[in-house]
């Protein structure tokens, strides 16, 4: 959910006009998308995990020498039909690769200091107010 949907909901809530009605729905709504979020954030976690675990067993196997230590790598990544299918595609994918870690990188230097001068709200249209 974007800022200015929390900040809709806040303004709704907020208007004396609203009745009980509406924020029961509003309620049930916001119950459905939290379990809906919640499912694709469990179904997130197992593909993580699943990679996490193909990964760490290439790993192992390329430790002791094992004859094709990428299969299990392999096999998930065919599985999600995430392979690269000819030289072009493992290009643009080393490059994206690439990209990724370049900018993985710069979000780990310290972020420059801020100015604590006027605060400015956003997402704040000019035909509702905000409760205070």
């Known amino acids: ?3 200015s ?9 907020a208007d004396e006009a609203t009745h009980a009605g509406d924020l029961l729905r509003i309620a049930r709504t916001l119950i459905d998308d939290l379990e809906h979020a919640r499912m694709r954030e469990a179904i997130l976690r197992t593909h993580y995990l699943r990679l996490l675990t193909a990964a ?10 094992a004859p094709d230590p990428l299969a299990f790598l392999r096999h998930e990544l065919a599985e999600r039909g995430q392979l690269p299918e000819d030289g072009e595609a493992a290009q643009r994918i080393l490059s994206d690769a690439r990209t990724a870690a ?3 990188a710069c979000l780990e230097q310290p972020a420059p200091a801020r100015s604590r001068g006027l605060r400015l709200r956003r997402c704040v249209g000019s035909g509702r107010t905000l409760p205070r």
Do not use: N, P, Q
Request: charged share 30%.
């Open 102 to 104: 370049a900018l993985l």
């Open 56 to 65: 760490r067993a290439t790993m192992a196997a390329d430790s002791v020498d």
């Open 1 to 3: 959910m974007t800022r």
């Open 5 to 13: 949907e929390f900040d809709d909901i806040r303004a709704f809530l």
